[in-house]
């Protein structure tokens, strides 16, 4: 199959128009709208405000009892825009610097053409996100009954990659995605002057020893071949000067994982470690350990549903079935953890178009890999709904 260069164009000006004027988080009331009128026109049946601003769109063709959910992100980022081009952000301090609004122009795209051409027999939900930076959007629409509003059978997700040549697909069944995971360890010592530490408990001493000890949980609690992990403290902070040691000590950080096992597994042998070192020293202490985002893990046979949706419209020397898992985050994850389905990457390119980091304020997403996501979204709903 094939996207008509008209379709194409409209994709293009969409995709502009929703980087000109980006929004955060949950606050997208000009996108979101953007977003429904622009499905209405299709003739496809919208509800809107779902976990806030979050849109599903449904199309209906045949008497097939099957449905799929496709989802793209609406939200951009806190980031001052440095790009020059027409379409930069007219919204100060904030910008598409992680393409999601190539991915809702994509999805957009797939929307207008399945509704036009009805060739497939069953039910698509077009999922529209708010606050995928965060890590809370998919949550907020779980949460207000996104899987109980709408039978949703399995779901899919796409999101460019910077580096990955133009067009070029990558997945793997399982984790293909890290958890991203904070802490925050409090410990109260007794401060006192620096001549006299023995009169005191220096906090300094016990959260350098629980830092060190953090390095073990990787090391010799978890797996070296089936659990990667990362447990990173990023901040020391004191209550102390020159001559005087802290009564207090905060020692903050982020943990990334593959599997919830292991994410629990982490949390435990920190709190563990925190306490006993704390005990032995004779301080107290505060923890706090907040997941934001699980591990992405695609099921197995949604994702070779993907993988050959993806080469009959890419070929398959262009799709890489079983990518390095990576240790970036992904809030579609929570979708997952109640349907099944796959997350997938799409190269938008290595040169200047597309190769720009992501979260960037140089980055800019690469138009021409818009017709590449569009396709791919009808393959895998006639593949799937036939």
Not at 327 to 332: A, K, Q
Request: charged content about 20%; overall charge negative.
């Amino acid at each position: 199959m094939s996207i008509s260069p008209l379709l194409t164009a409209q994709m293009t000006t969409w995709r502009r128009q929703i980087h000109k004027f980006p929004e955060c988080g949950f606050d997208l009331p000009l996108t979101a709208d953007f977003i429904a009128e622009k499905l209405e026109s299709f003739g496809i049946e919208v509800t809107r405000n779902i976990g806030q601003q979050g849109i599903v769109g449904v199309l209906r063709c045949g008497s097939g009892p099957s449905s799929i959910g496709l989802r793209a992100d609406m939200d951009a980022l806190l980031i001052h825009e440095r790009n020059s081009f027409e379409h930069r952000s007219q919204h100060d301090g904030k910008m598409h610097a992680c393409g999601h609004d190539g991915h809702s122009a994509m999805l957009l795209g797939a929307a207008s053409y399945l509704a036009e051409t009805k060739d497939f027999n069953g039910t698509v939900h077009f999922i529209f996100q708010p606050d995928e930076e965060h890590g809370e959007g998919a949550q907020a629409m779980i949460d207000d009954g996104l899987f109980e509003r709408f039978r949703i059978d399995s779901i899919y997700g796409l999101h460019n990659m910077p580096g990955l040549p133009e067009g070029q697909f990558m997945v793997r069944p399982g984790s293909l995605m890290a958890s991203e995971s904070s802490f925050e360890i409090l410990i109260d010592g007794v401060g006192g002057h620096a001549a006299m530490p023995h009169r005191g408990i220096d906090p300094i001493v016990v959260g350098s020893q629980i830092i060190l000890a953090l390095q073990t949980i990787v090391s010799r609690n978890l797996s070296a071949i089936e659990e990667t992990a990362v447990v990173s403290a990023t901040e020391f902070l004191t209550n102390g000067t020159i001559n005087v040691i802290p009564s207090q000590v905060t020692i903050k950080g982020d943990c990334r994982c593959f599997t919830e096992a292991s994410l629990a597994k982490i949390e435990a042998s920190m709190e563990r470690i925190v306490a006993g070192i704390c005990q032995a020293a004779g301080a107290k202490y505060t923890f706090n350990f907040r997941n934001t985002f699980y591990p992405t893990v695609n099921s197995p046979r949604e994702t070779e549903h993907a993988i050959r949706s993806a080469i009959a419209v890419l070929g398959e020397s262009n799709v890489e079935t079983n990518c390095l898992p990576l240790t970036i985050s992904e809030d579609f994850s929570s979708m997952l953890r109640v349907k099944p389905g796959c997350y997938a990457l799409l190269g938008n390119g290595t040169e200047s178009a597309g190769g720009c980091a992501l979260h960037n304020p140089e980055y800019d997403f690469n138009d021409r890999i818009l017709e590449y996501g569009a396709r791919y979204w009808v393959q895998l709903v006639r593949d799937q709904l036939t």
